[in-house]
């Protein structure tokens, strides 16, 4: 499979002096969902930044579909697509005119950008209210906005920078039932998160940085398999039973609603199904001690 992003030496040291990276090298194959890690100021926010012709490098190479960015800057551009944290829109703007007028900057016509926006908007359940300022829109709805901003000009990788913060369940867990989709469609998405049990469901790739530096790029499966087990609180959409059928995994009833589940080499959604095929629907997950923070702590520097 051909690589969606190679990153190679990359180093970024700011007129301070501060260094942000220091010889990073990463790779992101094509289609893949790819969780990239790190605490405030690890270097996370910078390397986005770089990808995306936001900032400027000091030294090693870039490259996004083959092609070297520094040599191809316009092509690259337009390749991906970018969700940053903070809302950046004009907030006195007409939420259908935002998506139009962010596609009229990859040169894409107005019909072609205004039928674009419909089908977007329509799918982050926003299309009705397409005529009302963006000033207006809640936290949630205001993440969704820019998800479908960044979609606009149909990139080939998507860059997701704290999607989900600040916004509730429900919220979120359409947002990843959308972005599942986009990845099932072949789009390669890179996602940065504080939700660690986030990237556990949706990535298959991982790499965690500390201090400017890569301190691990593996597998999600084969980093989370350096921990055994792992407990989760499992709230149910419905009244659960009185008695339970028999499980692959030890489960515990909190409530009428939650239960605590212990997970040995097994994943989320092997455990969720299972308890969906015996007829209880589980609405939110959450750890009581989760595997991938449990390593992110050790990995990083916050234990060292």
């Given at each position: 499979?051909?690589?969606?992003?190679?990153?190679?030496?990359?180093?970024?040291?700011?007129?301070n002096n501060v260094s942000a990276l220091s010889q990073v090298s990463l790779c992101v194959e094509q289609g893949d969902f790819f969780a990239l890690l790190g605490s405030n100021g690890a270097g996370k926010t910078t390397m986005i930044g770089i990808i995306c012709s936001l900032l400027n490098k000091t030294s090693g190479e870039v490259s996004v579909l083959g092609l070297e960015q520094s040599k191809n800057l316009n092509q690259v551009k337009r390749m991906i697509g970018l969700m940053p944290q903070e809302f950046n829109f004009?907030?006195?703007?007409?939420?259908?005119?935002?998506?139009?007028?962010?596609?009229?900057?990859?040169?894409?016509?107005?019909?072609?950008?205004?039928?674009?926006?419909?089908?977007?908007?329509?799918?982050?359940?926003?299309?009705?209210?397409?005529?009302?300022?963006?000033?207006?829109?809640?936290?949630?709805?205001?993440?969704?906005?820019?998800?479908?901003?960044?979609?606009?000009?149909?990139?080939?990788?998507?860059?997701?920078?704290?999607?989900?913060?600040?916004?509730?369940?429900?919220?979120?867990?359409?947002?990843?039932?959308?972005?599942?989709?986009?990845?099932?469609?072949?789009?390669?998405?890179?996602?940065?998160?504080?939700?660690?049990?986030?990237?556990?469901?949706?990535?298959?790739?991982?790499?965690?940085?500390?201090?400017?530096?890569?301190?691990?790029?593996?597998?999600?499966?084969?980093?989370?398999?350096?921990?055994?087990?792992?407990?989760?609180?499992?709230?149910?959409?419905?009244?659960?039973?009185?008695?339970?059928?028999?499980?692959?995994?030890?489960?515990?009833?909190?409530?009428?609603?939650?239960?605590?589940?212990?997970?040995?080499?097994?994943?989320?959604?092997?455990?969720?199904?299972?308890?969906?095929?015996?007829?209880?629907?589980?609405?939110?997950?959450?750890?009581?001690?989760?595997?991938?923070?449990?390593?992110?702590?050790?990995?990083?520097?916050?234990?060292?």
């Amino acid at each position: 499979m051909s690589n969606a992003l190679l990153i190679s030496n990359l180093t970024k040291t700011y007129a301070n002096n501060v260094s942000a990276l220091s010889q990073v090298s990463l790779c992101v194959e094509q289609g893949d969902f790819f969780a990239l890690l790190g605490s405030n100021g690890a270097g996370k926010t910078t390397m986005i930044g770089i990808i995306c012709s936001l900032l400027n490098k000091t030294s090693g190479e870039v490259s996004v579909l083959g092609l070297e960015q520094s040599k191809n800057l316009n092509q690259v551009k337009r390749m991906i697509g970018l969700m940053p944290q903070e809302f950046n829109f004009n907030p006195f703007e007409p939420i259908e005119e935002i998506l139009i007028n962010q596609a009229g900057y990859y040169g894409i016509d107005r019909q072609s950008a205004k039928a674009r926006a419909e089908t977007l908007l329509k799918r982050v359940e926003l299309w009705d209210r397409r005529l009302d300022m963006a000033k207006s829109l809640s936290g949630g709805m205001k993440r969704r906005l820019m998800l479908a901003r960044a979609l606009i000009h149909q990139p080939k990788i998507l860059i997701l920078d704290e999607p989900s913060a600040g916004v509730d369940v429900e919220i979120r867990r359409s947002m990843w039932l959308f972005l599942k989709e986009l990845n099932e469609q072949g789009m390669t998405i890179i996602l940065t998160t504080h939700y660690l049990e986030e990237a556990e469901l949706l990535c298959r790739n991982i790499a965690i940085l500390d201090n400017g530096q890569v301190v691990e790029q593996s597998s999600m499966k084969s980093l989370l398999a350096k921990v055994a087990k792992q407990v989760l609180i499992l709230e149910s959409i419905e009244p659960l039973p009185l008695v339970f059928p028999s499980f692959d995994f030890s489960i515990d009833k909190l409530d009428d609603y939650s239960i605590q589940v212990v997970l040995d080499g097994m994943s989320i959604s092997q455990a969720l199904g299972e308890l969906s095929s015996k007829g209880i629907e589980i609405e939110h997950v959450r750890s009581a001690q989760n595997r991938l923070e449990t390593l992110f702590l050790h990995l990083t520097s916050k234990e060292k």
